[in-house]
Structures are given as structure tokens and as C-alpha cells.
């Protein structure tokens, strides 16, 4: 059975700074590796999708990276603003499933 | 376009009642997939249809739940009778397939109280 976990559960950071959340999984035979990000009552966004076959992905500010061997993905996000304050959540397909994890509550203050 | 349409928002309601849930998905996704979410345990699949025909309900914590897909664009999620212990957030999410390769597209959920 396919476990996800992200550490840290919460991060508080002043704007600016450049920061790494982390999430790990236990079974490296994974197709691909999704980060989303949850706001507050709302849904979930899907921020990047990274394939097995890639080692990193970006979009403007938010760079994700696959370790499959180490059953490992990081998201950097550089020059955190007050606006990236909200949950972010790793996932990974088992079968046609996604197993999350809990998630890193992110603050960034002014 | 459209993403993926859920109602009603929020809902309280006594033990006992039944409850429905609803969801659009986006147009042209053959995926359809009910999450919870609740602080205690993340956000868990209950049931996922692919072309309409639920494909794995192992998700779905007891016979009090059901789920329906009549066709490529309603699904409802059903809870009868319902008790405070299914008081949570219940997302809906559609993908353009069922590989696992797409990504999933998720509504804004619906916040059940069960009083």
C-alpha cells in the first residue's frame, strides 16, 4: 500500500524568503507525482504534474523535483508572497487513484 | 470553461436524514472521482467511474453510501441514513481519461454537518 507524507504539517516564513516543502512516498513505482495547492473552503488546484521520466518541473515561481529512487519530491517556491499562503498537497497514482498526503500549511507573512 | 461543479456548497442536516451530494464534471472528461476530507484522515477516495461504470468503490466506508453515474455529466453521492461521523468535506474531481498520467480537476466540495 502506497503511503504519502509531507513534511513539515506547517511553515510560517516572511515574505520573500525561498522555501522547500517536502513529500516522500514508500513504493518508488510510481507513474507520476502531482503537487496541488488548497485554499481555505475551496477546492483543490493542480500547481505542477511531474512525470517518472522527469527529474523537475516549473512554473513561474514553483519548481517541483522527483527522486523516484529515494521516494522523494520537493516543491520551491521562490520569493514567497502573502498570496501563496494556503495548504499544499502531494499525490501519487496507486492504480488509477491518487493517494495524498496531509499536506504543509503554508503562512507567509508581510 | 467550466471546471468541476458541486452542490449544494454546504449542508447541515439532522442524523437521519439522507443526503445528496451533487457534481458536474468538466465537459469531456471521462473520469469521475468522490474524495473526503476530514482533519483526522486527509483526503481519501471513496469512488471512482470511468466511462460511467463505477470502477472501484472499496473507497466507500459502509452501505450507508451510495453512488450514481447516470450519465457523462451528473454523478450524486448518496448518504442514507446519515450520522455525525460523516460530517466532512466532500470533493468531486474529473480527468480527461482514467490513466493515471492526467491530471485531476477538483470542485470547490461540499461541507456536510451532520447534527
Known amino acids: 500500500k502506497q503511503e504519502v507524507t509531507q513534511i513539515p504539517a506547517a511553515l510560517s516564513v516572511p515574505e520573500g524568503e525561498n522555501l522547500v516543502l517536502n513529500c516522500s512516498f514508500t513504493?518508488?513505482?510510481?507513474?507520476?507525482l502531482q503537487w496541488f495547492r488548497q485554499d481555505p473552503g475551496k477546492g483543490l488546484t493542480s500547481l505542477l504534474l511531474i512525470q517518472s521520466s522527469q527529474r523537475e518541473q516549473t512554473s513561474g515561481r514553483l519548481n517541483a523535483s522527483l527522486d523516484k529512487s529515494s521516494g522523494r519530491s520537493t516543491l520551491y517556491i521562490a520569493a514567497s508572497q502573502p498570496g501563496d499562503s494556503a495548504t499544499y498537497l502531494c499525490?501519487?497514482?496507486?492504480?488509477?487513484?491518487?493517494?495524498f498526503g496531509g499536506g504543509t500549511r503554508l503562512m507567509v507573512k508581510p | 470553461d467550466a471546471g468541476v461543479i458541486q452542490s449544494p456548497r454546504h449542508e447541515v442536516t439532522e442524523m437521519g436524514q439522507e443526503v445528496t451530494l451533487r457534481c458536474k464534471p468538466i465537459?469531456?472528461?471521462?473520469?469521475l472521482f468522490w474524495y473526503r476530507q476530514t482533519m483526522m484522515r486527509g483526503l481519501e477516495l471513496l469512488i471512482y467511474?470511468?466511462?460511467?461504470?463505477?470502477?472501484?468503490d472499496s473507497g466507500m466506508p459502509e452501505d450507508r453510501f451510495s453512488a450514481k453515474m447516470p450519465n457523462a455529466s451528473f454523478s450524486t453521492l448518496k448518504i442514507q441514513p446519515s450520522e455525525p461521523r460523516d460530517s466532512a468535506v466532500y470533493f468531486c474531481?474529473?480527468?480527461?481519461?482514467?490513466?493515471?498520467?492526467?491530471?485531476?480537476?477538483f470542485g470547490d466540495g461540499t461541507r456536510l454537518s451532520i447534527l
Open positions: 499525490a501519487v497514482p496507486w492504480g488509477n487513484m491518487l493517494t
Open positions: 465537459s469531456g472528461h471521462n473520469s
Open positions: 474531481a474529473s480527468s480527461r481519461t482514467g490513466d493515471s498520467n492526467q491530471p485531476q480537476h
Open positions: 513504493d518508488s513505482a510510481i507513474y507520476n
Open positions: 467511474f470511468n466511462n460511467n461504470v463505477p470502477i472501484d
